[in-house]
């Protein structure tokens, strides 16, 4: 990881040394020069006047590649290239913002697809980087494969809420292949992330010539580059000569809400998040699984139920489960709709809030100390006031 210089200040919780490294300002200075980052060192000529984007570069298929063949996207890997190489195949990134990259690539801990904590420290840097006062930063662009990019995109948009751009951006086919989707997927982040409409819209996912948004975003195929797709609203805009156009004003998801990044920091489990597992059920679902996931440290589960958030089986050992003190939000397993309230809930339905993306909105509850009443309002709160249908605990 990159080495960042930072002056901080170390808040003790509990047996915690180092449960929260809270930065503190070290006289008139910036968030760049504070946190150590270069500026345009891939193309020195940029226009210093053109915002500055930061890069979290955590690796991809955008930067991977096949030592097969030209026509190999199923086996690829072999190769790899750098942050600053893929910049500096884009003669056209200088003439739209200045560009510093920080590196969160590991070679012992995982990838960001592996590593809550990994995501976690990148999050945090990310949100001093840009929302802290003496930031000179005007938006980011985090780099990432695409098997969990709606992961980090939906943790940042929870986290990252100082109105900022962030985008989130991979490839689908590695820089080796014939038809490469990285470099232009690459440049419109770019664009997008120094684009002024870009605000106060939340995350963001420059994927394919489409904007999408972070809250909503999923991977729909494996296969091809027009991978992913949203669960509920639609995409905000599109990509016209490789500059982004919205088609509307910024707006917010009803079922949206932003944590505290510090209260987040002061749980246990920090510097990752509470262990939350996913169940998945199907007629004769097992409910000892959710028991054995408890044995197993988790202080959570969300289950993709049927139909809208249904559960076949299981009921007794789910009470059992939220008597010992674990949290579940039940989800559904189509693709669409909405997981509904109950009229007498006793667990979170989680309504139009996808299965991936209710895991670490409940990992987020809990990290911010919410009990099993207050998770049941941060997913369904919204939605029972739209139906008329209130809380009846």
């Known amino acids: 990881m990159s080495a960042f210089r930072y002056c901080i200040s170390i808040l003790l919780v509990g047996t915690l040394a180092a449960a929260a490294a809270l930065p503190r300002r070290c006289g008139n200075t910036t968030s760049s020069s504070r946190l150590g980052l270069e500026w345009n060192t891939v193309w020195p000529e940029t226009n210093t006047t053109l915002p500055k984007i930061l890069i979290l570069f955590t690796g991809g298929t955008i930067v991977g590649g096949s030592a097969y063949s030209g026509l190999d996207d199923t086996q690829y890997g072999q190769l790899q290239i750098t942050a600053e190489a893929l910049i500096e195949r884009d003669p056209y990134l200088p003439t739209v913002a200045q560009l510093a990259v920080s590196n969160w690539t590991t070679e012992s801990d995982g990838s960001t697809g592996t590593n809550d904590a990994l995501v976690m420290n990148m999050?945090?840097?990310?949100?001093?980087?840009?929302?802290?006062?003496?930031?000179?930063?005007?938006?980011?662009?985090?780099?990432?494969?695409?098997?969990?990019?709606?992961?980090?995109?939906?943790?940042?948009?929870?986290?990252?809420?100082?109105?900022?751009?962030?985008?989130?951006?991979?490839?689908?086919?590695?820089?080796?292949?014939?038809?490469?989707?990285?470099?232009?997927?690459?440049?419109?982040?770019?664009?997008?992330?120094?684009?002024?409409?870009?605000?106060?819209?939340?995350?963001?996912?420059?994927?394919?010539?489409?904007?999408?948004?972070?809250?909503?975003?999923?991977?729909?195929?494996?296969?091809?580059?027009?991978?992913?797709?949203?669960?509920?609203?639609?995409?905000?805009?599109?990509?016209?000569?490789?500059?982004?156009?919205?088609?509307n004003t910024p707006s917010v998801p009803y079922?949206?809400?932003?944590?505290?990044?510090?209260?987040?920091?002061?749980?246990?489990?920090y510097p990752a998040l509470p262990k939350v597992d996913i169940l998945y059920s199907a007629r004769q679902f097992d409910g000892q699984l959710v028991l054995d996931c408890i044995k197993n440290g988790a202080r959570?589960?969300?289950?993709?139920?049927?139909?809208?958030?249904?559960?076949?089986?299981?009921?007794?050992?789910?009470?059992?489960?939220?008597?010992?003190g674990l949290q579940i939000v039940v989800g559904t397993r189509s693709p669409y709709g909405a997981s509904t309230p109950s009229r007498e809930p006793t667990y979170a339905k989680s309504g139009y809030v996808h299965i991936i993306q209710a895991r670490i909105m409940l990992q987020l509850a809990l990290a911010s100390g919410f009990n099993m009443n207050q998770t049941i309002d941060l997913f369904e709160g919204s939605l029972r006031k739209a139906i008329s249908q209130p809380f009846e605990y």
């Open 123 to 247: 999050t945090r840097f990310a949100h001093d980087a840009l929302c802290s006062p003496d930031s000179d930063i005007v938006g980011a662009v985090f780099t990432h494969g695409t098997n969990s990019l709606e992961e980090t995109a939906f943790l940042m948009d929870l986290l990252v809420n100082c109105g900022k751009p962030v985008v989130g951006v991979g490839a689908m086919r590695p820089y080796t292949d014939l038809s490469y989707d990285g470099d232009a997927n690459f440049f419109q982040a770019v664009a997008l992330a120094a684009n002024e409409d870009a605000k106060n819209r939340g995350a963001l996912v420059a994927f394919n010539d489409r904007i999408l948004p972070g809250f909503w975003i999923t991977k729909f195929t494996p296969n091809v580059p027009d991978a992913f797709g949203v669960t509920a609203y639609g995409e905000l805009g599109a990509f016209l000569n490789n500059l982004p156009y919205f088609y």
């Open 255 to 269: 079922q949206k809400h932003e944590f505290n990044i510090s209260e987040v920091s002061l749980d246990v489990s």
């Open 300 to 324: 959570g589960v969300v289950i993709a139920g049927t139909g809208n958030g249904g559960l076949p089986n299981g009921s007794d050992q789910v009470a059992q489960a939220l008597k010992i």
